[in-house]
């Protein structure tokens, strides 16, 4: 079974600050893993995947299968940046959901 | 750019009634889901729906769901009798090739 863990539901930085959001991961063959984010009052979107490597709206998420991890970083964050973030991992053509960080970007 | 679009945004219905929540998937999208999330909690996967038939579905999703694409653009889900606790907000999503999703905007169940 799968499973995705992000164990922070909550995380306030000021404006300008790094922000990091944790997601680990259990599976047991080749995960592939995204990350979805959803503004208020916006519908979920993805914001990456894994296999991509490509850094969107400043955001990166490297792979660590040794630690089971796909950490969100983003070095300077900004106020749109307030939003829900979910991390995902798919296997048979679903994807479960982590339970999801609400990110509050301060001025 | 296409959109998986929902209706309607808010649905309330009274216990025990039925209900039929839609979804219109991207058109050349060949993967739907729907997913629900109960307030304050995650979003969890109830079904997918694959060449016209239910590949996978959750233990959320016991008798009183069902599913259908009646007519090869809507995608429906449909709650027999609805409880208390199915109030939440209830997503469609599709895809193309089984990988990366492209959810609706939702609609809130409530019932009462």
């Known amino acids: 079974a799968q499973r995705v863990t992000q164990p922070e539901k909550l995380l306030s930085v000021f404006k300008g600050a790094p922000v990091e959001l944790k997601c680990n991961y259990s599976?047991?063959?080749?995960?592939?893993l995204f990350w979805y984010v959803q503004y208020s009052r916006q519908r979920l979107q993805l914001l990456l995947r894994?296999?991509s490597r490509e850094s969107i709206k400043g955001f990166t998420a490297d792979l660590n299968k040794g630690e089971t991890s796909f950490h969100l970083k983003k070095p300077f964050a900004q106020e749109e940046d307030s939003a829900m973030y979910y991390c995902a991992l798919t296997e048979d053509y679903k994807l479960s959901f982590g339970a999801g960080t609400t990110v509050t970007v301060r001025a | 750019e296409p959109e998986v679009t929902q209706t309607p945004s808010h649905q309330v219905t009274q216990m025990g009634q039925e209900v039929i929540l839609r979804c219109v998937p991207i058109s050349n999208h060949l993967y739907f889901y729907w997913y629900r999330q109960i307030l304050g909690q995650k979003v969890e996967f109830l079904v997918s729906f694959y060449n016209n038939e239910i590949s996978e579905k959750s233990e959320i999703f016991d008798d009183q769901f069902s599913v259908e694409r009646p007519d090869g653009s809507n995608f429906t889900l449909k709650i027999r009798s609805t409880k208390l606790e199915d109030s939440a907000m209830y997503f469609c999503?599709?895809?193309?090739?089984?990988?990366?999703?492209?959810f609706g905007q939702g609609t809130r169940l409530t019932v009462v």
């Open positions: 599976y047991s063959g080749s995960p592939e």
């Open positions: 894994h296999i």
């Open positions: 999503a599709s895809t193309k090739t089984g990988k990366v999703a492209f």
